[in-house]
């Protein structure tokens, strides 16, 4: 596609719940991040995809949250047992190289609102 | 620990006047990325700089690399009111993947 696209735009959940997030990103790009941006702060990596396979999976927060590639193509991001500190906006970015030779393209976010 | 840490973290200035935001982080890195983030457009990368480089230019951007004193600066010149943005540096760590993001400057410029 013409960019990363990400889905849903916007989620909201009840506290316990579990989610799925999924990203799309651009087409040939090998290297796949996931961020996660809460209310007027920074990015905070995740975790970072070459292919499929996961060479870095330091940054997620706790074992409720696990992501998945199929081959250079659509990642998900799910977290299980949804708690309120989870509301972010989780941010998707695709690269053409990996270990960061290249730009990141972002997609436009997931608003996960946990009530 | 959070490595990139921006300053300002808010910045006002006249459509015209020069902006300067500037990036420490705290350990050895393979490049430096800045990026804009509005609500308009989402995050947009503007520049990278790698570890080895000491400045890059990119239109009205310019960008300087001190390795030294693991700092980087960031100048957008003759600003406009669409400059009106958060900017943020991202790094990545020497031997790693992860990209480490500050928390940002959030530039407005009046028209």
């Known amino acids: 596609g013409a960019g990363v696209s990400q889905s849903p735009s916007n989620k909201v959940t009840e506290k316990g719940k579990d989610v799925e997030l999924r990203c799309d990103p651009i087409s040939g790009h090998t290297a796949l991040y996931w961020y996660r941006q809460r209310l007027g702060q920074g990015l905070e990596f995740l975790i970072y995809f070459q292919g499929n396979s996961a060479p870095d999976k330091s940054g997620l927060p706790s074992d409720r949250f696990s992501a998945e590639r199929t081959g250079e193509s659509v990642s998900t991001l799910t977290i299980q047992r949804t708690q309120q500190e989870d509301s972010a906006v989780y941010l998707c970015?695709?690269?053409?190289?990996?270990?960061?030779?290249?730009?990141?393209?972002f997609g436009p976010g997931t608003r996960l609102t946990v009530l | 620990s959070q490595q990139g840490e921006e300053d300002p973290q808010a910045l006002s200035i006249q459509e015209g006047e020069n902006a300067t935001m500037n990036c420490s982080y705290k350990t050895s890195i393979n490049n430096l990325q800045w990026y804009r983030q509005n609500s308009g457009r989402g995050l947009v990368h503007l520049i990278l700089?790698?570890?080895?480089?000491r400045e890059k230019h990119s239109g009205r951007l310019r960008v300087t690399l001190d390795t030294s004193k693991k700092s980087s600066s960031l100048l957008i010149t003759a600003s406009r009111a669409a400059d009106t943005a958060s900017y943020f540096c991202a790094t990545e760590g020497a031997g790693t993947y992860k990209y480490i993001f500050g928390t940002g400057t959030r530039l407005k410029v009046l028209a």
């Open positions: 700089i790698r570890s080895n480089e």
């Open positions: 970015a695709s690269s053409s190289s990996g270990g960061g030779r290249g730009e990141q393209f």
